[in-house]
């Protein structure tokens, strides 16, 4: 590679920073200092589950860190702790008068990356946007009745049932505050009839509107997501001039290009390729227990399959597969298991909750199922997955696990790989055939979010006709609150869903992320984001 006096080519910065490099360097002079390979961070991630960067759209694993990078919400929560809410774009949050709602006072003189200035009315209208489009990100605030402004400094969010909790759920990347003037020129509606007037998700896929850090300028899908920083961020300049993601499915790819230095962060590295970095000199390893889980949905459709329309059929794989040997021999041991939806860590789940209420492997617990189901001779059924990676791991070989567990009880899993949007169309379409495996990572800090979705669309993706009272126990647990009776709600609702057996906890990451030593700690996040963007810097810095 030729320097000349300090100086690097626009060819020879194009091979440094590799695949976006040309992007990069498309806009720069021809002739640019070499540290400014040090003023970009390059980070290596599996992001084929990416199909939209519309915030109140999106509901897929990646895109958070996406979005968190772009965007601010309201309130926030900081990295480690998933229980103070934190200030952002509102400074203060207090009760209504009324107390049927949430009274938020706004931060001064925020401006967006267009340097417009942020107003209440930015807040109402961003609000408006997620609850009308009705996307599954509205379904998260579904008990929100509207917004008012009360001033040009203070919003209030009124909530049709003010037992159930707000503050949590906002505080996360679905729920950002657009710019709604550039929005709207962009074909950004937010009246009652968005869903059908709203035209801005094409605009946002490729562009933001927000206060973050960075700000989004282009997305290439299964190639990689860029960003330049946001001169106007309230949060201080950034530290770096650009951010790059890029797509890196493969992860002996995502290795030796962090063992280059070609990217300064890499997500999805399997346990091996972990213990060969543990004597790298330029790089470190940085875990965290995670709050997202991997699960298998199984329907119980008999027009799709008759023996899983039985719910003992569905029990007996639940306790045929080998979730210790998941853990140890897939995961090199870096991962937990929750009994059900409620991650460990989380009100009502710890690992000793999941060993009393979540399925084990017993192989002769689960042939005397088959026996008493009329199935001595074990049956068929499809595993749907996607050709994707997640935690260091890919859905295939996690299939091929669990096709070899069910085989010694007779249980015979045909495999079908999926495109990862054909596989989320056939899940949110009600037609997976069989078992389907999926991630779910939280769209907020809040138990209610994860049992909700299992009794409202989950349910209805693996047509499950759920009984009043499962629903009921749902929300008296989120109103409840008194700690230890809330707590034994939630441990009372995961023996239900477990019992029921149509959704299957496999495993809960603790992810194992590598980082150049040219970066500082990193601000790792388990609250659905990973990554905490405006906060990675250079250890000079």
């Not at 996307?135 to 909530?159: F, N």
């Amino acid at each position: 590679m030729a320097f000349d006096k300090g100086w690097i080519s626009r060819r020879a910065l194009t091979k440094l920073i590799g695949l976006g490099g040309a992007a990069i360097a498309a806009g720069l002079p021809e002739r640019v200092y070499a540290q400014a390979r040090r003023n970009t961070l390059v980070i290596g991630i599996d992001i084929s589950d990416t199909i939209t960067l519309d915030p109140a759209r999106q509901a897929q694993y990646t895109p958070p860190m996406t979005l968190f990078a772009a965007y601010d919400m309201l309130v926030t929560m900081t990295p480690g702790d998933y229980i103070t809410i934190r200030p952002a774009l509102a400074t203060k949050w207090e009760r209504t008068p009324d107390g049927r709602g949430w009274r938020f006072t706004l931060r001064d003189n925020v401006k967006f990356a267009s340097g417009n200035p942020m107003t209440a009315e930015d807040v109402k209208w961003s609000m408006d946007r997620v609850l009308h489009l009705g996307d599954q990100t509205a379904q998260y605030i579904s008990h929100v009745e509207r917004t008012e402004i009360v001033d040009a400094r203070t919003v209030d969010i009124i909530l049709k049932d003010p037992t159930q909790p707000l503050l949590t759920i906002i505080a996360a990347p679905g729920f950002v505050i657009y710019d709604r003037k550039l929005v709207e020129q962009h074909g950004g509606d937010a009246s009652r009839d968005a869903k059908t007037k709203d035209k801005a998700t094409t605009w946002l896929n490729e562009n933001s509107a927000g206060t973050g850090a960075y700000r989004l300028t282009r997305w290439e899908r299964n190639a990689q997501i860029q960003f330049v920083r946001n001169e106007h961020s309230w949060r201080g300049k950034p530290p770096f001039e650009r951010v790059i993601i890029r797509h890196i499915g493969d992860s002996a790819a995502q290795l030796l290009s962090i063992r280059r230095g070609d990217i300064d962060i890499a997500f999805n590295l399997i346990p091996e390729q972990v213990a060969t970095l543990k004597s790298e000199p330029n790089v470190r390893l940085e875990a965290l227990t995670s709050l997202d889980f991997v699960y298998m949905a199984v329907t119980q459709e008999a027009e799709y399959n008759k023996a899983l329309a039985q719910k003992a059929a569905r029990q007996a794989i639940g306790h045929a597969i080998d979730y210790d040997g998941i853990i140890k021999n897939l995961l090199g041991g870096a991962a937990i298991r929750p009994a059900h939806f409620l991650p460990i860590g989380v009100s009502g789940s710890t690992e000793e909750i999941a060993r009393q209420v979540g399925f084990r492997q017993d192989l002769d617990k689960a042939r005397q199922l088959l026996q008493g189901a009329g199935l001595a001779d074990g049956f068929e059924f499809e595993i749907a997955y996607g050709n994707a990676a997640i935690a260091g791991i890919t859905y295939q070989t996690l299939a091929q696990k669990l096709q070899a567990d069910l085989a010694r009880v007779n249980i015979r899993a045909k495999l079908n790989p999926m495109d990862q949007v054909n596989l989320r169309t056939t899940y949110t379409g009600n037609k997976a055939q069989g078992g389907l495996l999926t991630f779910w990572n939280p769209p907020a800090v809040e138990n209610l979010l994860w049992a909700a979705a299992t009794v409202e669309r989950v349910a209805r993706r693996v047509h499950w006709e759920v009984p009043p009272e499962v629903t009921k126990l749902v929300r008296d647990a989120a109103a409840e609150t008194d700690a230890k009776k809330q707590a034994d709600l939630w441990v009372e609702y995961q023996r239900r869903l477990v019992d029921q057996a149509n959704l299957i906890l496999l495993f809960q990451p603790v992810y194992q992320i590598a980082a150049r030593n040219t970066l500082s700690k990193l601000p790792l996040t388990a609250a659905g984001w990973m990554l905490d963007m405006h906060d990675v810097k250079p250890v000079s810095s």
